[in-house]
């Protein structure tokens, strides 16, 4: 069985950073896209970032940013096996919402439970 597990939300005035973790377990096979989604009151669900690992070209990742956080948030694996980070700063209220963490794993996708990140003074 394949859990995600994140943590590192919190409440954080405008302005501040905070760092978003996710581990994935159960699974023999490297998580091949890992990301980030988050979804606020009343909206849809909405990818915030993903990192894809290209294994033909020396498993190399390549990362994707929604506009909305571009040159804001910071996506990363970690050295530890199907690890992921969002590094978050200058939050804006907007970025308020759930944060739910994503790996695929031969093209099916799967969800943790979710983390709430509240920006607010």
């Known amino acids: 069985q394949v859990q995600l597990v994140e943590s590192g939300g919190g409440l954080v005035q405008p302005g501040g950073s905070l760092r978003l973790s996710c581990a994935a377990s159960g699974s023999p096979f490297d998580v091949e896209v890992m990301g980030w989604h988050r979804q606020a009151p009343g909206r849809q669900r909405e990818l915030v970032a993903s990192?894809?690992?290209?294994?033909?070209?020396?498993?190399?990742?390549?990362?994707n940013y929604a506009d909305s956080v571009k040159g804001r948030f910071i996506i990363s694996r970690g050295n530890a096996k199907n690890t992921v980070y969002l590094q978050m700063n200058s939050l804006k209220p907007e970025d308020t919402a759930v944060y739910f963490c994503?790996?695929?794993?031969?093209?099916?996708?799967?969800w943790g439970q979710g983390t709430q990140v509240t920006v607010s003074s």
């Open positions: 990192i894809t690992r290209i294994r033909r070209i020396g498993n190399i990742n390549l990362p």
């Open positions: 994503m790996g695929q794993i031969s093209g099916k996708d799967y």
